[in-house]
């Protein structure tokens, strides 16, 4: 069944970190919570990601199989996020950034063809050529508070590392997963 979009609503496929490297962002959102400057992630169930692919129409089921197949070839992907940003058009959103490896930017790549191999449809945000890896950690910030998150983002003392572990479809809003599946490196190339 193919899913109704209302606004705010939607698939994404997403890219889960190690428990260490989430715990070390997740002060940040504790942090930005307890300051009462943005807890809209926390209230949506959003879990800490760098989205891949999103979509407001999608089959899961078809998703599944791709995402299943996909995470069985790739191993746990080393992530390093070293800076931060804020996407202009976006509700105010501030991000960590991680650094664009070869390796991050390969992989999305390679989910890219696979998804298009099926015919799903990507938007021009998710193609390789604009695509943006960004792990946000608040939104919907007022303008006025905007310096005082980057305060307590700079307080991370980047880079923080750690590896990119699972890959998941979620529904949102508020936030659903799906399935998910660990990069094992268990299929043959």
């Known amino acids: 069944m193919v899913g109704k979009y209302r606004p705010n609503e939607g698939y994404a496929i997403e890219l889960y970190f190690d428990p260490a490297l989430e715990n070390q962002v997740l002060k940040a959102w504790n942090v930005l919570a307890r300051r009462q400057i943005s807890t809209q992630l926390i209230e949506i169930e959003s879990r800490l990601h760098i989205t891949l692919f999103s979509s407001p129409l999608i089959e899961p089921a078809k998703l599944e199989n791709i995402v299943k197949s996909f ?89 923080v590392t750690g590896y990119a572990m699972v890959i998941g479809l979620v529904e949102f809003s508020p936030v659903r997963e799906l399935f998910s599946f660990v990069l094992s490196n268990t299929v043959e190339a």
């Open 71 to 159: 995470a069985g070839k790739q191993e746990p992907l080393p992530l390093s996020f070293s800076s931060i940003g804020s996407l202009p058009k976006d509700k105010n959103v501030l991000f960590l950034a991680p650094t664009p490896t070869l390796s991050l930017l390969q992989f999305h790549s390679q989910l890219f063809d696979a998804l298009k191999k099926e015919g799903i449809e990507i938007g021009e945000e998710y193609r390789p050529d604009s695509w943006i890896p960004h792990c946000p950690v608040a939104q919907e910030v007022p303008m006025i508070r905007m310096g005082e998150v980057f305060s307590v983002l700079r307080d991370l003392k980047l880079p």
